[in-house]
Nanobody, 119 residues
Framework: QVQLVETGGGVVQTGGSLRLSCAAS????????MAWFRQAPGKEREFVAR????????YYADSVKGRFTISRDIAWNTVYLQMNNLKPEDTAVYYC????????????WGQGTQVTVSS
């Protein structure tokens, strides 16, 4: 059974930092793309960042570029999202996702973790 379990959310003040973790289990993700999405209240889910599990190449949404860093630990089967200089508009539920091929969509999703940035 494939599972993606996010942890690390919480409440932080503007300018603060958080690190989200996504523990992946149930299959090999060596050929997958791992990503973070977020959904704010009343808004659609949006892409945040992604990373190739094998090669480590990453890509970011413009809104987080320079502030967020996605990384992975192959030994621990975990993907991270380091979030610095947080802003109130970063408040959302953050989801981890995995795709065998992005063009076909993301195959697996986590349950989400809440991030709240207070002003």
């Amino acid at each position: 059974q494939v599972q993606l379990v996010e942890t690390g959310g919480g409440v932080v003040q503007t300018g603060g930092s958080l690190r989200l973790s996504c523990a992946a289990s149930g299959r090999s993700f060596s050929s997958y793309v791992m990503a973070w999405f977020r959904q704010a209240p009343g808004k659609e889910r949006e892409f945040v960042a992604r990373i190739n599990w094998s090669g480590g190449g990453s890509y970011y949404a413009d809104s987080v570029k320079g502030r967020f860093t996605i990384s992975r630990d192959i030994a621990w089967n975990t993907v991270y999202l380091q979030m610095n200089n947080l802003k109130p508009e970063d408040t959302a539920v953050y989801y981890c996702a995995a795709a065998a091929a992005i063009v076909r969509g993301y195959n697996y999703w986590g349950q989400g973790t809440q991030v709240t940035v207070s002003s």
